[in-house]
């Protein structure tokens, strides 16, 4: 039987083991293959393909067809993604949630995104 574990953390474990917060074997037994992904802040070209990847998700969901308007793409694009991926998609989700209709606009995302977005702006 085999069995392969996969897991991720946003700390270097590396230096988790050298600092003795992380046990040296236990690392060694799951640093087998390590993919280095680094934040969507650091990669803003990927923002716009993977927010409409989970539109494409939600339109197969709900059976309606949601887009972005360009100033929510403006909006997606300028916000600074501390949350990485799992972030965008759930600014999606609620975006989704929360339009009138299926253009999403900048209104139709939470609160919290637009404030981020205007501390970054400054």
Partial sequence: MAFRLVCASNKSVK?????????????????AVQLVIPPLRDRPEDILPLANHFLEQKTKTMKKRFTLSRAAEHLLCRHPWPGYVRQLRDAITIAVISAEVTLIEPA???????QKRSKRVR
Avoid: H, Q
Wanted: hydrophobic letters at 40%; glycine letters at 4%; charged letters at 30%.
């Fill in 15 to 31: 230096n988790l083991v050298e600092t003795g917060a992380f046990r040296k074997d236990l690392y060694y037994r799951i640093a």
């Fill in 108 to 114: 139709d995302f939470s609160p919290a995104l637009e």
